[in-house]
């Protein structure tokens, strides 16, 4: 392009201002882009040209490693933590449930579903947390931490819901029983996932009306 054509004066006004001083413009915010992606070349300076999808899967790869020390930081995300190893759009966002179904497998995956693992960080009499250990079902006897997997996989108190579910599972994976608990997640999340949401559905229904309708 000519150096006498508006639009290329006003790149290059723009370029140098960028160039020579701190200057917030659009060229200072390229710059900052080639400096973070390219900090060993001198694109910016030397008005290199860059491949757009090039650029793209470079942030795209840098966010998801960030992403993922992010994840294995935060204990709340243990379920999450144990198969999903890599940023993408999950399966469940793409299929269709409903409303409460994807609120509820989110809130099972994100640690946040309010079982006493996750209210008891919250809440306690004396204002402060309840030690994790104590923080045990109250639907069953088995004095154990009510956790996502508690919940989902033990709680005698959904054992006829449960017992419906897991038979349909088996039929497709016979021995589904045998299988670690990070297989069993994911199977459940990705390959199930329908029966899985409205299983979670009527559970956690069921778990409501247990604990707080009173007869
Ligand atoms: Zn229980």
Same mark, same amino acid.
């Given at each position: 392009?000519?150096? &006498?054509?508006?639009?290329? *004066?006003?790149?290059?006004?723009?370029?140098?201002?960028?160039?020579?001083?701190?200057?917030? &413009?659009?060229?200072?915010?390229?710059?900052?882009?080639?400096?973070?992606?390219?900090?060993?070349?001198?694109?910016?300076?030397?008005?290199?040209?860059?491949?757009?999808?090039?650029?793209?899967?470079?942030? *795209?790869?840098?966010?998801?490693?960030?992403?993922?020390? &992010?994840?294995?930081?935060?204990?709340?995300?243990?379920?999450?933590?144990?198969?999903?190893?890599?940023?993408?759009?999950?399966?469940?966002?793409?299929?269709?449930?409903?409303?409460?179904?994807?609120?509820?497998?989110?809130?099972?995956?994100?640690?946040?579903?309010?079982?006493?693992?996750?209210?008891?960080?919250?809440?306690?009499?004396?204002?402060?947390?309840?030690?994790?250990?104590?923080?045990?079902?109250?639907?069953?006897?088995?004095?154990?931490?009510?956790?996502?997997?508690?919940?989902?996989?033990?709680?005698?108190?959904?054992? !006829?819901?449960? &017992?419906?579910?897991?038979?349909?599972?088996?039929?497709?994976?016979? !021995?589904?029983?045998?299988?670690?608990?990070?297989?069993?997640?994911?199977?459940?999340?990705?390959?199930?996932?329908?029966?899985?949401?409205?299983?979670?559905?009527?559970?956690?229904?069921?778990?409501?009306?247990?604990?707080?309708?009173?007869?």
């Amino acid at each position: 392009m000519s150096d &006498n054509r508006l639009t290329k *004066a006003i790149f290059m006004y723009d370029y140098k201002m960028a160039a020579t001083r701190r200057y917030s &413009n659009w060229s200072s915010h390229i710059k900052m882009i080639m400096d973070k992606y390219y900090p060993n070349g001198n694109k910016f300076q030397n008005m290199e040209k860059i491949e757009l999808d090039s650029l793209r899967e470079l942030q *795209a790869s840098q966010f998801s490693e960030i992403w993922k020390q &992010n994840a294995q930081n935060k204990p709340k995300l243990r379920i999450y933590n144990t198969f999903k190893t890599e940023f993408h759009t999950e399966h469940y966002i793409n299929i269709n449930l409903d409303r409460s179904e994807r609120s509820l497998m989110a809130q099972l995956r994100t640690g946040i579903l309010p079982l006493q693992v996750e209210i008891g960080r919250y809440k306690s009499s004396d204002g402060n947390k309840i030690n994790l250990k104590d923080r045990v079902c109250k639907l069953c006897k088995s004095d154990s931490v009510e956790d996502e997997e508690h919940f989902i996989f033990c709680c005698t108190a959904y054992n !006829d819901v449960r &017992n419906n579910f897991l038979k349909s599972i088996k039929m497709k994976y016979t !021995d589904f029983f045998t299988f670690s608990i990070e297989d069993k997640w994911d199977i459940l999340f990705n390959k199930q996932t329908r029966s899985f949401a409205k299983y979670i559905k009527e559970i956690f229904l069921l778990r409501k009306d247990k604990l707080y309708v009173k007869n």
